[in-house]
């Protein structure tokens, strides 16, 4: 056992004489444009440096952010959000109602090729603009004064103050855009209006960021200097950080955390965390497409048990719906949720022979997995229990992430791939909106008009208890078609030096750097 790090000094809270704090972050990320950038590492570090109107306290609770303060109209389509007066861009220039205008016409034009535009469907015209039907100014959003900032909704939407913290809902700095176009989210460029600013961008080694002292917030921001680090091997990770260069990981090896737990148990951080983590198929190409019997064989033939228990070990549960556990929903469940495994392999088997496929005969797959020592586990896994039960024989392939993610959206040669979902609020539609058939991330290129269905009328329905029965049954009718293999919901699980400060794990799992301080040690 090691011993404790005396942090604090006499108080327990006094302050280190350097507010630098040291962050692992995973994958390189693909872009800082708040409206084009993917994936949990470019939002960490997004947070930092944009703000929306609302914003989340340390413990994921929504609190104003841009906007000092909102009004909601009687029927809940319509929202008054009022600017901080004192709201800066990094460069000193004031944020305005027209900042947050130009922003999210931005975000849904098409010309912006933003992947997750369709998050903001709730407002007026925006399924119209971001299908290209409408022009941008047709989007429900205008600024009816510098400090004041109108949206006018389709239907009543109980998550919309949670989706306006995504980058999507950002805004953007117009002058930068216009003068710089795509090259304005670059080190030296970026001009951003939260509590740091983007300072250097060395790719493939780190991502440093600075005060930014004209924040709105600046008095109460103690963290001084901000490191990211790509580090895509999880055991480099944890070489890093007992080594005393990282403060933060971005996640754990599933194979250390007996270890850790035995080790470090103060500095290890496991907590409930709103993800559900799948391996998606191929629907538009074989031989999965229009193959529901194979489909439903693979899903069938994975010990979510063994996965979760032996292979993981960090607490996560283990999958046989889509949606994890949200506010105010019933997760559904496939209907052999509560068979036994040999149960399952047998109907698995039963599929896999109705599908064409024999032991003369063997389905011959390559499963396609982001670089990550905890990804191959899984993925690793899998093919041996694909082998075991079924004979299939699995080829493992990885690739780094932005091709990873490119070749996911292009769906010429995947046919099964790791993929993984975080929610961007605190609602099962943020779930199940990304298998609708008009999704640009819809990966697995599932396509059901029943479940487009359901969906539309969700998004239009505002009394809460039809609402909730119309997002059941789209994910029964989900579990149905089998367009991906659910296998668990997350935790999030990091190590923490014992001298950060404000660390406060919540069910998004978003951490601001403006809320941690570097305590003496």
Same mark, same amino acid.
């Given at each position: 056992? =090691?011993?404790?790090?005396?942090?604090?000094?006499?108080?327990?809270?006094?302050?280190?004489?350097?507010? &630098?704090?040291?962050?692992?972050?995973?994958?390189?990320?693909?872009?800082?444009?708040?409206?084009?950038?993917?994936?949990?590492?470019?939002?960490? &570090?997004?947070?930092?440096?944009?703000?929306?109107?609302?914003?989340?306290?340390?413990?994921?609770?929504?609190?104003?952010?841009?906007?000092?303060?909102?009004?909601?109209?009687?029927?809940?389509?319509?929202?008054? =959000?009022?600017?901080?007066?004192?709201?800066? %861009?990094?460069?000193?220039?004031?944020?305005?109602?027209?900042?947050?205008?130009?922003?999210?016409?931005?975000?849904?034009?098409?010309?912006?090729?933003?992947?997750?535009?369709?998050?903001?469907?709730?407002?007026?015209?925006?399924?119209?603009?971001?299908?290209?039907?409408?022009?941008?100014?047709?989007?429900?959003?205008?600024?009816?004064?510098?400090?004041?900032?109108?949206?006018?909704?389709?239907?009543?939407?109980?998550?919309?103050?949670?989706?306006?913290?995504?980058?999507?809902?950002?805004?953007?700095?117009?002058?930068?855009?216009?003068?710089?176009?795509?090259?304005?989210?670059?080190?030296?460029?970026?001009?951003?209006?939260?509590?740091?600013?983007?300072?250097? %961008?060395?790719?493939?080694?780190?991502?440093?960021?600075? #005060?930014?002292?004209?924040? %709105?917030?600046?008095?109460?921001?103690?963290?001084?200097?901000?490191?990211?680090? @790509?580090?895509?091997?999880?055991?480099?990770?944890?070489?890093?950080?007992?080594?005393?260069?990282?403060?933060?990981?971005?996640?754990?090896?599933? #194979?250390?955390?007996?270890?850790?737990?035995?080790?470090? @148990?103060?500095?290890?951080? &496991?907590?409930?965390?709103?993800?559900?983590?799948?391996?998606?198929?191929?629907?538009?190409?074989?031989?999965?497409?229009?193959?529901?019997?194979?489909?439903?064989?693979?899903?069938?033939?994975?010990?979510?048990?063994?996965?979760?228990?032996?292979?993981?070990?960090?607490?996560?549960?283990?999958?046989?719906?889509?949606?994890?556990?949200?506010?105010?929903?019933?997760?559904?469940?496939?209907?052999?949720?509560?068979?036994?495994?040999?149960?399952?392999?047998?109907?698995?088997?039963?599929?896999?022979?109705?599908?064409?496929?024999?032991?003369?005969?063997?389905?011959?797959?390559?499963?396609?997995?982001?670089?990550?020592?905890?990804?191959?586990?899984?993925?690793?896994?899998?093919?041996?229990?694909?082998?075991?039960?079924?004979?299939?024989?699995?080829?493992?392939?990885?690739?780094?992430?932005?091709?990873?993610?490119?070749?996911?959206?292009?769906?010429?040669?995947?046919?099964?791939?790791?993929?993984?979902?975080?929610?961007?609020?605190?609602?099962?539609?943020?779930?199940?909106?990304?298998?609708?058939?008009?999704?640009?991330?819809?990966? @697995?290129?599932?396509?059901?008009?029943?479940?487009?269905?359901? +969906?539309?009328?969700?998004?239009?329905?505002?009394?809460?208890?039809? #609402?909730?029965?119309?997002?059941?049954?789209?994910? #029964?009718?989900?579990?149905?078609?089998?367009?991906?293999?659910?296998?668990?919901?997350?935790?999030?699980?990091? +190590?923490?030096?014992? %001298?950060?400060?404000?660390?406060?794990?919540?069910?998004?799992?978003?951490?601001?750097?403006?809320? =941690?301080?570097?305590?003496?040690?």
């Amino acid at each position: 056992m =090691f011993a404790p790090v005396a942090v604090g000094g006499a108080t327990g809270q006094e302050l280190a004489a350097q507010q &630098i704090l040291r962050k692992g972050n995973g994958t390189e990320p693909e872009s800082l444009d708040p409206h084009r950038a993917e994936g949990v590492t470019a939002s960490n &570090i997004l947070r930092d440096l944009f703000e929306g109107l609302t914003l989340e306290a340390a413990d994921g609770h929504i609190v104003p952010g841009a906007a000092a303060s909102w009004e909601v109209s009687a029927d809940g389509l319509t929202y008054l =959000f009022h600017l901080r007066p004192d709201g800066r %861009w990094s460069n000193g220039d004031p944020v305005t109602a027209r900042d947050f205008e130009y922003g999210l016409r931005r975000s849904c034009d098409p010309a912006t090729l933003n992947e997750y535009a369709s998050i903001l469907y709730p407002i007026v015209n925006a399924q119209a603009v971001i299908t290209g039907r409408l022009p941008p100014t047709a989007l429900g959003v205008r600024a009816l004064d510098a400090a004041t900032l109108e949206i006018r909704l389709a239907g009543p939407t109980p998550y919309f103050l949670g989706l306006l913290t995504h980058a999507t809902a950002y805004p953007v700095h117009r002058p930068s855009v216009e003068q710089l176009g795509t090259r304005f989210a670059r080190a030296g460029a970026l001009v951003g209006n939260g509590a740091y600013r983007l300072e250097e %961008w060395v790719v493939q080694s780190h991502i440093r960021l600075l #005060r930014n002292h004209h924040y %709105w917030d600046d008095a109460d921001t103690v963290i001084e200097e901000v490191y990211y680090y @790509p580090i895509e091997n999880d055991d480099a990770e944890i070489n890093r950080y007992r080594a005393g260069e990282l403060d933060f990981t971005e996640s754990v090896p599933f #194979r250390q955390i007996r270890w850790l737990r035995e080790n470090l @148990p103060q500095e290890l951080r &496991i907590a409930p965390y709103l993800g559900s983590y799948y391996f998606g198929f191929n629907n538009t190409r074989p031989p999965f497409e229009n193959n529901l019997p194979l489909r439903m064989a693979l899903a069938l033939a994975v010990d979510r048990e063994i996965l979760t228990r032996r292979v993981m070990g960090s607490g996560e549960a283990a999958a046989y719906g889509f949606v994890p556990p949200v506010r105010d929903y019933t997760g559904q469940r496939v209907p052999w949720a509560d068979w036994t495994q040999e149960q399952r392999n047998e109907e698995a088997r039963r599929l896999y022979r109705e599908a064409g496929y024999s032991a003369d005969n063997p389905l011959v797959v390559e499963l396609l997995y982001n670089t990550d020592q905890n990804h191959k586990r899984v993925a690793g896994a899998l093919a041996a229990m694909w082998k075991q039960t079924l004979g299939v024989r699995t080829k493992l392939l990885n690739q780094e992430w932005k091709v990873f993610l490119e070749s996911r959206k292009q769906k010429l040669t995947t046919q099964v791939f790791r993929s993984g979902w975080i929610g961007d609020y605190d609602d099962a539609y943020s779930f199940l909106q990304l298998m609708h058939s008009a999704n640009g991330q819809n990966d @697995p290129g599932y396509r059901s008009a029943a479940y487009d269905d359901l +969906l539309d009328q969700a998004a239009m329905t505002a009394e809460p208890r039809r #609402r909730r029965a119309l997002l059941e049954a789209a994910e #029964r009718q989900l579990l149905a078609d089998m367009p991906l293999i659910p296998l668990y919901f997350y935790v999030s699980k990091r +190590l923490v030096k014992p %001298w950060v400060g404000g660390y406060t794990p919540n069910i998004m799992d978003h951490h601001h750097s403006k809320d =941690f301080r570097i305590l003496a040690h």
